[in-house]
């Protein structure tokens, strides 16, 4: 019998096993969106890394950046009985049916990293970070760094849909918007990936007079970041000087890519996002003590002052 069964049969009973009891017994699902990008290797090594550590079964299945995998997995772990769920939702919409099923069938769904638009009822908690802070963030650098120069912004989208997406174009359209010689030329989704992000880029490119015309790359995410610098080099400018390049994760490429002078501001978002969630769980478990339903991750910005090589050689080996 599941952990979650013995809580809800024997309340009172159950919840007097110790945390660490209750962790070695665990079956949780993990639906994870895919391995789109460096960060999302980097969280599913952390997750897996986690469930070891706490010595929880971790059923993992990769959703392939399709949402209905994602369904059909969720399903497949309510019909095995798992102990708790986690998704990380690849869009915002389109979570209701089955986030009730999993709550008709008593098993606790966290989410990972990205939000879903349906009732919070229908999940135990969200670990993600302020993806709205973080757009501010990037916006923020880089106006305080243009100052009063004009500067026409390209903007690599994350995946269509999704709330980093929404999110990230919010919270840097909020920084600049004070900002009148600081505008959004060009706009389209490279959905996260590195080689999306370069083609999108060349287009952007040709469309502004070669790449001229254009003073900033904001990329929803530094693997796009990273295919865009190799677009900027391809057309013979200099990433990090002629276009500057700011965007989001703080994956050790970005670091490498700011060593070289490529690259001028990412802002970070940790792929530990099991470690909260796990530890939410088992409190849960423990005595039914629900965790504050949004539980959310720091946005730290880095520089070429924050020892760039040093980042990079203290990620490199981490699951990036
Ligand atoms: O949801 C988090 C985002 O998803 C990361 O910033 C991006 O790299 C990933 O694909």
């Not at 995998?69 to 089955?98: M, Y």
């Not at 980093?164 to 004070?178: L, M, T, V, Y």
Request: charged content about 25%; proline content about 3%.
């Amino acid at each position: 019998m599941s952990v979650l069964s013995r809580l809800a049969l024997g309340a009172g009973v159950s919840i007097l096993l110790s945390t660490t009891a209750m962790a070695a017994d665990l079956t949780v699902g993990f639906s994870q969106i895919g391995s789109e990008s460096g960060w999302r290797a980097a969280e599913t090594s952390v997750t897996k890394a986690e469930a070891e550590k706490r010595g929880i079964d971790l059923k993992f299945a990769d959703a392939q950046q399709k949402q209905e995998n994602q369904i059909k997995a969720i399903r497949g772990f309510i019909a095995q009985g798992v102990d708790a769920i986690l998704v990380a939702p690849v869009v915002a919409t389109g979570w209701e049916a089955v986030l009730g099923e999993a709550k008709d069938a008593k098993i606790p769904v966290i989410l990972l990293d990205r939000g879903v638009d349906a009732s919070q009822d229908l999940y135990l908690t969200s670990i993600a970070s302020d993806q709205v802070e973080e757009g501010r963030v990037a916006g923020r650098w880089l106006t305080e760094n243009v100052k009063d120069k004009d500067c026409k912004v390209v903007e690599l989208q994350g995946t269509v849909g999704s709330t980093p997406a929404i999110n990230r174009k919010k919270g840097f359209e909020e920084a600049i918007a004070d900002h009148k010689n600081v505008s959004i030329a060009r706009s389209q989704t490279g959905d996260f990936t590195r080689s999306k992000g370069k083609e999108v880029m060349e287009g952007f490119i040709k469309a502004e007079n070669g790449g001229k015309g254009i003073c900033a790359v904001y990329a929803h995410n530094d693997d796009m970041a990273v295919g865009a610098i190799q677009a900027i080099k391809d057309a013979g400018l200099k990433p990090g000087s002629d276009i500057l390049v700011v965007s989001i994760d703080a994956v050790p490429d970005i670091f490498a890519a700011m060593a070289a002078g490529e690259a001028n501001a990412t802002v970070e978002l940790t792929p530990n996002m099991a470690g909260p969630a796990f530890d939410a769980l088992a409190a849960y478990l423990k005595d039914g003590k629900e965790p504050p339903k949004f539980i959310i991750t720091e946005s730290k910005l880095y520089t070429p002052a924050d020892n760039p090589k040093g980042e990079y050689e203290a990620r490199k080996g981490l699951g990036y």
